[in-house]
């Protein structure tokens, strides 16, 4: 069975770096074609795609948030980590890891974990 | 940068059809994957690939993708089917991009 489970603060500063954890079990983070994705939701708002990483090790970035953000992993302790630097409000969101499936599902996201509410507030 | 334009909320009676709409600029040419979000809960994956459902989806959640608009179409609604319905692509200018995510009521 695949899962993913994230871990971090629940509160962050504003001008704080924010670390997320993501934990999965079920599939391997450096073989098959597939990967971990980053996606966010403000409260009563759209879902944002923030960063992924594949098997291979190659990341991806959002455009808008890539001087903040950044994707890395742990192999050999099947966790992917998330960083973002200079938290502000507006980044008060629930924070989702996905596994991400190449081929016949072209990038989708087929698992998701349950989500991490991080509150941004002095 | 790209853009995916969909209705804010579409209402249906039980057991009738509901039809979600999913606009950009030649969405046909893209992969399209549908998202559900049911109140408090993770998001789900129903369709992905325009047409394709996961395994455990039921055959009642169906997705197609001719043109400019790009359509997901849940028939014989239940109660159970009220959710948001998030559309999803990729874009070389705007990275994975997620749809408005509009609210499905059941009447």
């Known amino acids: 069975q695949v899962t993913l489970k994230e871990s971090g603060p629940v509160l962050v500063k504003p001008t704080e770096t924010l670390t997320l954890t993501c934990t999965v079990s079920?599939?391997?983070?450096?073989?098959?074609?597939?990967?971990v994705s980053w996606i966010r939701q403000p409260p009563g708002k759209a879902l944002e795609w923030l960063a992924h990483?594949?098997?291979?090790?190659?990341?991806f970035c959002s455009t808008s948030l890539k001087s903040r953000l950044t994707i890395s992993r742990d192999t050999s302790n099947s966790q992917v980590v998330l960083t973002m630097t200079n938290m502000d409000p507006v980044d008060t969101a629930t924070y989702y890891c996905?596994?991400?499936?190449?081929?016949?599902?072209?990038?989708?996201?087929?698992?998701w974990g349950q989500g991490t509410m991080v509150t941004v507030s002095s | 940068s790209y853009e995916l334009t969909q209705p804010h909320s579409v209402s249906v009676a039980t057991t009738q059809m509901a039809r979600i709409t999913c606009g950009g600029d030649?969405?046909?040419?893209?992969?399209v994957h549908w998202y559900q979000q049911k109140p408090g809960q993770d998001p789900v994956l129903v369709i992905y690939?325009?047409?394709n459902r996961p395994s455990g989806i039921p055959e009642r959640f169906s997705g197609s993708n001719p043109g400019n608009t790009t359509t997901l179409t849940v028939s014989r609604i239940e109660a159970g089917d009220e959710a948001d319905y998030y559309c999803?692509?990729?874009?070389?200018?705007?990275?994975?991009?997620f749809g408005g995510g509009p609210k499905l009521t059941v009447l």
């Open positions: 690939s325009d047409s």
């Open positions: 990483i594949f098997s291979n090790d190659e990341k």
């Open positions: 030649n969405i046909g040419s893209k992969a």
């Open positions: 996905a596994r991400i499936l190449e081929g016949d599902y072209r990038d989708s996201f087929d698992v």
């Open positions: 999803q692509v990729w874009d070389s200018s705007s990275d994975h991009l």
């Open positions: 079920g599939f391997s983070l450096s073989n098959g074609r597939m990967g």
